[in-house]
């Protein structure tokens, strides 16, 4: 047997290219696995983006679905022959899944819409206190603010920027973090209404007596205090609950009196504080994908007014006064 060292060198150079190869191919293997990882999480990344623009643009179709529910209101009453109050049980008021009602969205057999949701609600802001237009007056009887919290309320409002405009409140936090308010006040004692669910930044200052909270309704000066829970009770119809079809509404201040059997004296001047119709409105829209794992929101404040809420300055009517939207989980 020939064992010379020349024929052990090829030996040993046949077996060196081979563990080379192996190396080789274990390093080309480890890449390509590599890759198509690389390439599949891209891929899911992808379909997450294009559902989180779905839902996103799910969510801003649902505002400017609310939009025009509020914008052609007026036509709906005067073609039925219905005032111009705004009343919860009406149809604006009710929250609504396009899904449910359907003809908005096509069904994409790749990303079913089944169990997705798409819901805005309406919220009336004159059915609150606006801290930037309500009297003095009215602000004093509000539950939680104190004497001094109302005066540099009222200071704040009186306060000029360079421009000589009012430098007013723009949201509700601004409220929330002023000494004098702790947690009672602002959540509610035992569950009951706190100032976040009477106070708003928007609104014109005159409080819809239609929409109003019982606790908003308590702080109009001069107003009897059990007049509130009255209107209340009548609003809510015979099942007592607020929001269902057999609510009642006013149709002007002067018919308060009359449903209610309230006598003058302990209603008040309502006319100065009150009215039966609203121009400032909040919607907020939600919209899901992927069974509820990606949620997009979309929060809009819009005005039917032909004034600005924080200023003097004359606007068009049906304008947006604030938008904000994301997307939550991915």
Same mark, same amino acid.
């Given at each position: ?48 983006a ?14 400017? /679905?609310?939009?025009?529910? =509020? ?6 009453? &005067?073609?039925? +022959?219905? $005032?111009?109050?705004?009343? %919860? ?86 409220? /929330?973090?002023?000494d004098? =308010? ?6 509610? &004692?035992?569950? +009951?209404? $706190?100032?976040?669910?009477v %106070?708003?930044v ?14 908003a ?43 209610t ?19 400032y ?17 979309c ?32």
């Amino acid at each position: 047997m020939d064992s010379s060292p020349e024929i052990g060198y090829r030996r040993g150079e046949r077996g060196f290219v081979l563990v080379s190869v192996l190396w080789i191919l274990a390093i080309l293997t480890v890449v390509s696995v590599g890759f198509a990882h690389r390439a599949m999480l891209e891929r899911k990344m992808a379909w997450y983006a294009l559902d989180q623009m779905q839902a996103q643009m799910m969510a801003r179709g649902a505002v400017e /679905r609310a939009v025009a529910e =509020i914008f052609n209101k007026s036509e709906v009453d &005067r073609y039925y +022959g219905g $005032g111009a109050q705004w009343g %919860l049980e009406q149809h604006w008021a009710q929250p609504l899944d396009l899904l449910e009602e359907g003809g908005y969205y096509t069904d994409d057999p790749e990303h079913p819409l089944e169990g997705e949701s798409c819901v805005f609600r309406i919220q009336d802001c004159d059915g609150r206190i606006s801290i930037n237009h309500a009297s003095e007056e009215m602000l004093s009887e509000v539950e939680g603010l104190s004497f001094q919290v109302v005066r540099r309320v009222m200071a704040r409002r009186e306060t000029r920027s360079t421009n000589e405009e009012v430098i007013p409140y723009f949201t509700m936090d601004e409220l /929330r973090g002023a000494d004098g =308010i702790g947690e009672d006040d602002w959540y509610g &004692r035992r569950g +009951g209404e $706190g100032l976040r669910d009477v %106070l708003t930044v928007w609104g014109t200052g005159m409080l819809n007596i239609n929409t109003a909270r019982q606790a908003a309704l308590a702080c109009v000066p001069g107003l009897d205090k059990g007049v509130a829970t009255t209107i209340v009770e009548y609003r809510a119809g015979d099942d007592g609950k607020i929001g269902t079809p057999d609510d009642h509404s006013f149709k002007t201040l002067e018919e308060v009196a009359e449903r209610t059997g309230l006598s003058p004296e302990k209603i008040g001047d309502l006319n100065t504080y009150c009215t039966v119709g609203s121009t400032y409105f909040t919607i907020e829209a939600c919209a899901t994908r992927r069974q509820g794992k990606i949620r997009a929101y979309c929060t809009s404040v819009i005005t039917t007014a032909t004034s600005s809420p924080f200023s003097d300055q004359v606007q068009e009517t049906q304008t947006v006064l604030y938008w904000r939207e994301g997307v939550l989980g991915s």
